[in-house]
C-alpha cells in the first residue's frame, strides 16, 4: 500500500445551507465534530502523511485536540473551497518536490472508508497524472429549462459523480492552480483544473456512501452510514473469529 506524502483538507467553509448556529464541520457526528471525524478517517488510512488543515482565521470552533496527525500545520483557507487549497498549494511550494503525491478531501466527506483511501492511492501511485475517487451516475438526469420544467433527459451512461479524495503529482497541482488563476477559472475540484492542462484523471470506483454533508438532512444520513459501516467491519472480523459460523 503506498502512501501520500501530503494531505489538505479545506474547511474554511461557513455551511450556511446547514442553517447551523455553527459551520457543518463542527456539528457533532456520534458525539464528535465532522471535522474530527474526517481526519480521523484520514488518519487511519495514512498516520505517516503530513496534513495541511485551512481554517478560517476567525475559526472560534476548533480545538488541536480534534488533530490526531503527528505532523500538521494550520493554514488561513479562503471564502471559497478552491482559495483554501490554493493556500495549501502555496505553502507546498518551498516544502514539497514536484513528485510528491497530495491528497485533497472534503472536510465534509466523513464517511470515506480507509479501504477506499488505500484503494486510490494504490490505484494511481504508478500513474502518469492522478486521479479521484468517483462514483458511476445511477439516476435519472434531468436538464431544466429557464422555467425549472423537464428540457431534456440526459443520458447517463459514461457520467460519474466526482468524489474526494483527489490526488495528483504536487508539480501537476502547482501548474493547474497557476493557469487556472491566470485565466480567472474557477476550479470546483482539482480534477477539473488538471484537465485543463491538457491531462486526462484516472477515475477510481470508490463507494456511493461517501457522502458529502451538505444540507440538514445529511447529518442523520452520515450517522447511519457511519453505523452501518462499523457494523460491516465488525461482522467481517467476527467471520473471521475461529469456529464462527458466518450468518
Given at each position: 500500500m503506498s502512501a501520500p506524502q501530503w494531505l489538505i483538507v479545506p474547511a474554511a467553509g461557513r455551511g450556511t445551507r446547514m442553517r447551523a448556529a455553527c459551520p457543518k464541520q463542527y456539528l457533532l457526528l456520534d458525539e464528535a465534530a465532522v471535522l474530527a471525524c474526517t481526519?480521523?478517517?484520514?488518519?487511519?488510512?495514512?498516520?505517516?502523511?503530513?496534513?495541511?488543515?485551512?481554517l478560517d482565521p476567525e475559526d472560534q470552533w476548533f480545538h488541536e485536540s480534534m488533530v490526531p496527525f503527528a505532523h500538521w500545520h494550520r493554514l488561513n483557507g479562503g471564502n471559497e473551497r478552491v482559495d483554501s487549497v490554493r493556500a495549501g498549494i502555496d505553502w507546498l511550494a518551498d516544502h514539497a518536490h514536484v513528485d510528491d503525491w497530495v491528497l485533497v478531501h472534503d472536510v465534509a466527506r466523513p464517511c470515506v472508508t480507509v479501504a477506499d483511501l488505500h484503494h486510490l492511492m494504490d490505484t494511481i501511485r504508478h500513474d502518469s497524472v492522478g486521479g479521484l475517487l468517483a462514483a458511476p451516475?445511477?439516476?435519472?438526469?434531468?436538464?431544466q429549462d429557464a422555467d425549472q420544467r423537464v428540457d431534456e433527459t440526459v443520458p447517463r451512461q459514461g457520467l460519474w459523480r466526482a468524489l474526494t479524495p483527489q490526488g495528483f503529482r504536487y508539480g501537476v497541482l502547482q501548474e493547474a492552480f497557476r493557469t487556472a488563476r491566470e485565466a480567472s477559472f474557477l476550479m470546483t475540484d482539482e480534477a477539473s483544473g488538471v484537465e485543463r492542462l491538457g491531462h486526462f484523471p484516472r477515475l477510481v470506483t470508490g463507494r456511493s456512501d461517501n457522502l458529502k454533508i451538505t444540507h440538514p438532512e445529511d447529518l442523520a444520513l452520515a450517522a447511519q452510514i457511519l453505523s452501518a459501516q462499523r457494523a460491516s467491519v465488525h461482522l467481517s472480523l467476527s467471520d473471521k473469529e475461529p469456529g464462527h459460523e458466518p450468518v
Open positions: 481526519l480521523a478517517r484520514l488518519n487511519e488510512a495514512f498516520p505517516e502523511a503530513t496534513l495541511l488543515l485551512c451516475v445511477t439516476d435519472t438526469l434531468k436538464r
